[in-house]
Structures are given as C-alpha cells and as structure tokens.
T-cell receptor, first 112, second 112 residues
Framework: DGGITQSPKYLFRKEGQNVTLSCEQNLNHDAMYWYRQDPGQGLRLIYYSQIVNDFQKGDIAEGYSVSREKKESFPLTVTSAQKNPTAFYLC???????????FGNGTRLTVT | QKEVEQNSGPLSVPEGAIASLNCTYSDRGSQSFFWYRQYSGKSPELIMFIYSNGDKEDGRFTAQLNKASQYVSLLIRDSQPSDSATYLCAVNRASGTYKYIFGTGTRLKVLA
C-alpha cells in the first residue's frame, strides 16, 4: 500500500539536543512538506520541497533544517535553536501544485 | 483577518441530522480547497477537495464552493457518532505556490 511513514510516533528529548524526525513516502510524489500543529492552532508550514535537492522555507522555519537527497525521503531536524519544539509534527506529500496533501501519522515531540 | 477562518465549535448535531461546516478565506486568488477530518491525537485525513464553483458530492459528504463570496462549506448527511472529529479547511493559494493555508478547525460532535 502506498503511503507516508513517519517515525518515531513519540519522541522525547532534553532541551539543547538536536533531534531528527523521519519521513518516507512511496507515493511517487514530487512535493513534500513539514507542518507543525499546536493545540488550538492550525497547521503551520515549516519547510517544503518541490524536487530532490531543493527545498524552501515555510512560515516558521527558524530552528529547523531539512534535506531532500532522495525523492522518497524528507527528514526534519529540530535544532536546539528552536525555542518551543514541543509539538505534533506532520509530514505530507502532494503529486503537484494544488493537489490534495496526504499526511503521515505524525510524530509527537516532547522536549523537557 | 485570518487567511482561512473557521468557527471553532463545538458544533453539536443529533445522529442522523445534517452537519454544516463553514470556512471563509481572504485570498481571492485561491484555487484549490480541501476538507480534512482529524480525530483527536491523529493526523488529518482528506475528506473532499473542490476546485470549481458549485457543489461536489461524495457519498454522505458534499463540498460547496462560492468564490465570489470566498466561502467553502462541507455538508455531512446522516451524521454518525463516528463523524465526531475536528474538520480542517485548507486553501491553496494562486498558482505557482506549494503553500497550503489551514484553518484552525471546527470540532463536530454527533450525539447518539
């Protein structure tokens, strides 16, 4: 079955540590995205990538970094510079501009 | 003014009734419109998408788009308790961008 796999489901880290969230898709989609969701807020775009080896900052990119070395993979690193990293992180993909987003199951990150 | 606005709810309807969820958007150049269902603690799941003015039906769901009024709605017929969730409206801006803007969601409660 085609889909998007995010791992791990839950992640706990100490403040000051970098952490990398995994996102893999086998839908053959060109575009991939990272969103952050906080309680009572809409999804906010962190980074997106239209093609391999290219990515663009979203609305809240500070304190995050990404890479897109393969079409299937779009990992997100939450760095120690991110002031409030505790959140629900969602990876998504779409086949092209304006097409529906398909989401992974999410990673819930808790930093203490 | 928020770019995509939804009433946070909760919207309570009895089982078997029609639930009507509304969303307004500010960017007149928006071209693609999506409804997602999100159960508590889970990732968003695509319910409907619509690109043209008018109605689009899929089973118990109908999406309605009125670009002149900058308004999109989702009707759920014969509402079931399993429909109880938060419904997110998302809008894709004018062509040439991969950025999708999400509303904060409307919480729907279907009472058995």
């Amino acid at each position: 079955d085609g889909g998007i796999t995010q791992s791990p489901k839950y992640l706990f880290r100490k403040e000051g540590q970098n952490v990398t969230l995994s996102c893999e898709q086998n839908l053959n989609h060109d575009a991939m995205y990272w969103y952050r969701q906080d309680p009572g807020q809409g999804l906010r775009l962190i980074y997106y990538s239209q093609i391999v080896n290219d990515f663009q900052k979203g609305d809240i990119a500070e304190g995050y970094s990404v890479s897109r070395e393969k079409k299937e993979s779009f990992p997100l690193t939450v760095t120690s510079a991110q002031k409030n990293p505790t959140a629900f992180y969602l990876c998504a993909s779409s086949i092209d501009i304006g097409s529906p987003l398909h989401f992974g199951n999410g990673t819930r990150l808790t930093v203490t | 003014q928020k770019e995509v606005e939804q009433n946070s709810g909760p919207l309570s309807v009895p089982e078997g009734a029609i639930a009507s969820l509304n969303c307004t958007y500010s960017d007149r150049g928006s071209q693609s419109f999506f409804w997602y269902r999100q159960y508590s603690g889970k990732s968003p799941e695509l319910i409907m998408f619509i690109y043209s003015n008018g109605d689009k039906e899929d089973g118990r769901f109908t999406a309605q788009l009125n670009k002149a009024s900058q308004y999109v709605s989702l009707l759920i017929r014969d509402s079931q308790p399993s429909d109880s969730a938060t419904y997110l409206c998302a809008v894709n801006r004018a062509s040439g961008t991969y950025k999708y803007i999400f509303g904060t969601g409307t919480r729907l409660k279907v009472l058995a």
